[in-house]
C-alpha cells in the first residue's frame, strides 16, 4: 500500500513549455485535490474531483487543467507554464461517502517541486 | 478574500508545556475542521478533525476546540514535545467538498 504517489518529484521548465503532474492513489478514494504551497501562502486548492470522471475548480485554478479518467488518478496539467506557477505542488485523496466520516484521514503525497524560468 | 486566518506566523512554547494554535474562519458553511501538521520536505499528515455539531475532540495529547458563535478555532497539545516542532495548517471542508487551508502557524517547541 504506497498511499499517495507524486510524480515528477522535481522539475525545471521554461515559460511557455506545458508538462503534467500525476498523482496516484491505491486506497480506492473517492475525492482527490491539488494544492500549491508558497511561501506565506498556505496551502491554495487548484482543483479537485469527488469521483471518477469529475473534476472541479478550486480557489486558485487559472493556469491549470486537471482530468480524473480513472478513480485512482488525478492529473494537473500545465498548457503553458509561466514562472508565477513556480510551486511546490501537493495532491491529497480522502475516503468515504458525502456525508459520512470522509474527513478520518486526508493523506497527501510528498509533493513535486516545479520551478518555471 | 480569506476565508481561514491563522495570525500567529510562528509560535514558541518551552518543551511540557502547552501549545494552543489558534484559527479564525468566516465561512460558517462548514462540515468539519481539520488540523494538519507539516515538516519541511513532507506532505501534511491529517492531526484531528472537529465537526460542526461539536465543540471539543480530544485524540492523545491533541484537543480541538470550536467556538461557532465566535468562528473560532484552537488546537491544544499538551504536553508539547520537541518532535511537535512544525508548521500546523488548520483547514475547513465545506458543503461542496471543497478543503480550504489557512497559512499556518510555524510551532517552535524549545528545550
Known amino acids: 500500500n504506497a498511499g499517495v504517489t507524486q510524480t515528477p518529484k522535481f522539475r525545471v521548465l521554461k515559460t511557455g513549455q506545458s508538462m503534467t503532474l500525476l498523482c496516484a492513489q491505491d486506497?480506492?478514494?473517492?475525492?482527490m485535490y491539488w494544492y500549491r504551497q508558497d511561501p506565506g501562502m498556505g496551502l491554495r486548492l487548484i482543483h479537485y474531483?469527488?469521483?471518477?470522471?469529475?473534476?472541479a475548480k478550486g480557489e486558485v485554478p487559472d493556469g491549470y487543467n486537471v482530468s480524473r479518467l480513472k478513480k485512482q488518478n488525478f492529473l494537473l496539467g500545465l498548457e503553458s507554464a509561466a514562472p508565477s506557477q513556480t510551486s511546490v505542488y501537493f495532491c491529497?485523496?480522502?475516503?468515504?461517502?458525502?456525508?459520512?466520516?470522509?474527513?478520518?484521514?486526508?493523506?497527501f503525497g510528498p509533493g513535486t517541486r516545479l520551478t518555471v524560468l | 478574500d480569506q476565508q481561514v486566518k491563522q495570525n500567529s506566523p510562528s509560535l514558541s512554547v518551552q518543551e511540557g508545556r502547552i501549545s494552543i494554535l489558534n484559527c479564525d474562519y468566516t465561512?460558517?458553511?462548514?462540515?468539519?475542521f481539520l488540523w494538519y501538521k507539516k515538516y519541511p520536505a513532507e506532505g501534511p499528515t491529517f492531526l484531528i478533525s472537529?465537526?460542526?455539531?461539536?465543540d471539543k475532540n480530544e485524540d492523545g495529547r491533541f484537543t480541538v476546540f470550536l467556538n461557532k458563535s465566535a468562528k473560532h478555532l484552537s488546537l491544544h497539545i499538551v504536553p508539547s514535545q520537541p518532535g511537535d516542532s512544525a508548521v500546523y495548517f488548520c483547514?475547513?471542508?465545506?458543503?461542496?467538498?471543497?478543503?480550504?487551508f489557512g497559512k499556518g502557524t510555524r510551532l517552535h517547541i524549545l528545550p
Open positions: 491529497a485523496s480522502i475516503g468515504g461517502l458525502a456525508g459520512g466520516p470522509r474527513t478520518d484521514t486526508q493523506y
Open positions: 486506497m480506492n478514494h473517492e475525492y
Open positions: 474531483s469527488v469521483g471518477e470522471g469529475t473534476t
Open positions: 465561512n460558517s458553511m462548514f462540515d468539519y
Open positions: 472537529i465537526s460542526s455539531i461539536k
Open positions: 483547514a475547513f471542508l465545506n458543503r461542496d467538498d471543497k478543503i480550504i
